[in-house]
């Protein structure tokens, strides 16, 4: 008993501790590979923001209304990995993963449409974007009937 609650204070203390360290910023979620994963996204276009490959990963809480539409629950989260083209011929292949992003549902983040938007370097450390201009301003353009949210769960497997 008295072990589990020193393992509870320690605990709670590094992540206060993690937390003052990052200031704003917001871990990756552990675990989002297993959540329901897309088919392979490629984009050709070299002057689209999106050349590459990627990947769009939903949580269980967002799947229902991804797939129903509507407002979001609390809590709801998708996480997109980036990846480089590779050139090998005449198939596009993945190279090296370089940006992970995420949004969360979260009513406090009043300034983003009540989502939390966060980008990540390949090795999972926050990049430190600035969350309306280079996010919530396109997601807004894109989806704003969606409750942000661009992707179509119809694409999401295509
Ligand atoms: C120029 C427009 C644009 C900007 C800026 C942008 N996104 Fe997106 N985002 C998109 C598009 C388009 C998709 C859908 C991609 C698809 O359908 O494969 C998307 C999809 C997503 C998704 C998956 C859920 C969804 O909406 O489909 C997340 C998470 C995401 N973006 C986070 C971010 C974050 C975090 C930032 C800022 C670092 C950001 N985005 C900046 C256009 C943008």
Same mark, same amino acid.
């Given at each position: 008993?008295?072990?589990?609650?020193?393992?509870?204070?320690?605990?709670?203390?590094?992540?206060?501790?993690?937390?003052?360290?990052? +200031?704003? !910023?917001? @871990?990756?979620? *552990?675990?989002?590979?297993?959540?329901?994963?897309?088919? =392979? #996204?490629?984009?050709?276009?070299?002057?689209?923001?999106?050349?590459?490959?990627?990947?769009?990963?939903?949580?269980?809480?967002?799947?229902?209304?991804?797939?129903?539409?509507?407002?979001?629950?609390?809590?709801?989260?998708?996480?997109?990995?980036?990846?480089?083209?590779?050139?090998? +011929?005449? !198939?596009? @292949?993945?190279? *090296?993963?370089?940006?992970?992003?995420?949004?969360?549902? =979260? #009513?406090?983040?009043?300034?983003?449409?009540?989502?939390?938007?966060?980008?990540?370097?390949?090795?999972?450390?926050?990049?430190?974007?600035?969350?309306?201009?280079?996010?919530?301003?396109?997601?807004?353009?894109?989806?704003?009937?969606?409750?942000?949210?661009?992707?179509?769960?119809?694409?999401? !497997?295509?």
């Amino acid at each position: 008993m008295k072990k589990s609650v020193a393992i509870l204070a320690g605990s709670a203390m590094l992540a206060w501790v993690a937390c003052v360290w990052a +200031g704003e !910023k917001v @871990a990756m979620p *552990k675990g989002y590979e297993r959540w329901e994963k897309s088919s =392979e #996204k490629i984009v050709n276009d070299k002057n689209s923001l999106f050349y590459g490959i990627h990947y769009i990963f939903v949580d269980a809480k967002a799947l229902k209304t991804y797939r129903s539409g509507g407002k979001y629950p609390e809590g709801s989260r998708f996480v997109v990995e980036f990846y480089d083209i590779r050139d090998e +011929g005449d !198939k596009p @292949a993945k190279g *090296k993963k370089n940006m992970v992003v995420l949004m969360k549902k =979260e #009513k406090k983040q009043t300034a983003t449409g009540g989502w939390l938007f966060a980008g990540y370097s390949a090795d999972g450390k926050p990049s430190g974007v600035d969350p309306v201009k280079n996010c919530f301003e396109c997601h807004l353009k894109e989806a704003k009937d969606r409750d942000l949210v661009i992707s179509r769960y119809e694409n999401f !497997k295509k």
